[in-house]
């Protein structure tokens, strides 16, 4: 089931009334999600550029990282309908069809994210988490100075900034794709949809 097919009028409003051939939007990232969306990026952008320099800033960093993923995941369950996890699933198991079908410039309409999105999405969450955890972990008494503690932090943490590169990436590629600019998307919470009348 693709979530929300493209034609979809609950909650959409016009951009002018009379343009009944030209594109509607539709809220999809409500004002919690895109302020932790903006928040992490901000947060992984200055960890990247204070260890060893502003260790404690780092740390602090590090901490509202952990607190960002927290209310992500509490907002997966209890947000609004674009924020909840309910279709990772699914999409996870459509993304190598959606990915295989890119090469041809295929890429379907998605009110939500796409495929690939959920994929980069779970692929970022899951190594920030592992970044931030061995993090903290690293500052305890009982694991610093621990080897794999601090190896694990280093691999996640470059894992982190190339997932980073690619969301970036796959963002304008989409944009360029769809004629779309997700980007101010994801600043206004609205997208754009094209309907045919």
Do not use: C
Not at 82 to 109: D, E, K
Not at 151 to 163: G, N, R, W
């Amino acid at each position: 089931m693709i979530d929300e097919a493209v034609p979809e009028a609950r909650g959409v409003s016009d951009r002018t009334p009379a343009d009944r051939t030209g594109s509607r939007t539709v809220a999809v990232w409500d004002l919690p999600l895109r302020l932790w969306h903006w928040a992490l990026a901000a947060s992984i952008l200055a960890a990247w550029f204070t260890p060893t320099v502003y260790d404690s800033l780092h740390r602090i960093i590090g901490y509202t990282v952990l607190g960002l993923l927290a209310f992500r995941l509490v907002w997966g369950v209890w947000g609004s309908r674009y924020s909840r996890f309910r279709m990772v699933g699914i999409r996870l198991r459509a993304a190598p069809g959606y990915l295989w079908n890119l090469r041809r410039g295929i890429t379907g309409r998605y009110i939500g994210l796409n495929p690939a999105g959920t994929l980069m999405l779970v692929a970022l969450l899951l190594s920030i988490a592992v970044s931030a955890v061995t993090g903290a972990m690293s500052v305890t008494v009982t694991f610093f100075g621990v080897w794999w503690i601090e190896d694990t932090h280093a691999v996640a943490s470059d894992v982190v900034i190339m997932l980073v590169v690619l969301h970036v990436l796959g963002v304008v590629l989409m944009g360029l794709l769809q004629r779309e600019n997700l980007i101010r998307a994801m600043i206004t919470g609205r997208k754009r949809i094209r309907h045919h009348s």
